[in-house]
């Protein structure tokens, strides 16, 4: 299994933007791919994008056009650029490596986004 922790949470007005990242603690290069998640209040996990092996990405509709996933390999790291944030984007997000999640979870970090 390999450790995740994410980084870059925290509280925004409404319309600003939040940088998360995901450190590895060994080679992401093996998986299939990574992704974020997040999970509201009472809601259950959702996928909010992840990306390949072999660089596709996928977006939920609710973020199309305002987030942007990246990852960098030399630093084993996964990063979800988020833009135009919305009240209803406020949850715990979660890095996943492996496309479901497969090879493990991170703990999460809160994003609260204010109206």
């Known amino acids: 299994q390999v450790q995740l922790v994410e980084s870059g949470g925290g509280l925004v007005q409404a319309g600003g933007s939040l940088r998360l990242s995901c450190a590895a603690s060994?080679?992401?290069?093996?998986?299939?791919?990574m992704g974020w998640y997040r999970q509201a209040l009472g809601n259950q996990r959702e996928l909010v994008a992840d990306i390949t092996s072999g660089g596709g990405t996928k977006y939920a509709a609710f973020v199309k056009g305002r987030f942007d996933i990246s990852r960098d390999y030399a630093k084993n790291m996964v990063f979800l650029q988020m833009n135009s944030l919305k009240p209803e984007d406020t949850a715990v997000y979660y890095c996943?490596?492996?496309?479901?999640?497969?090879?493990?979870w991170g703990q999460g970090t809160q994003v609260t986004v204010s109206s």
């Open positions: 060994r080679s992401i290069s093996s998986f299939n791919g």
């Open positions: 996943a490596a492996g496309l479901d999640g497969i090879n493990g």
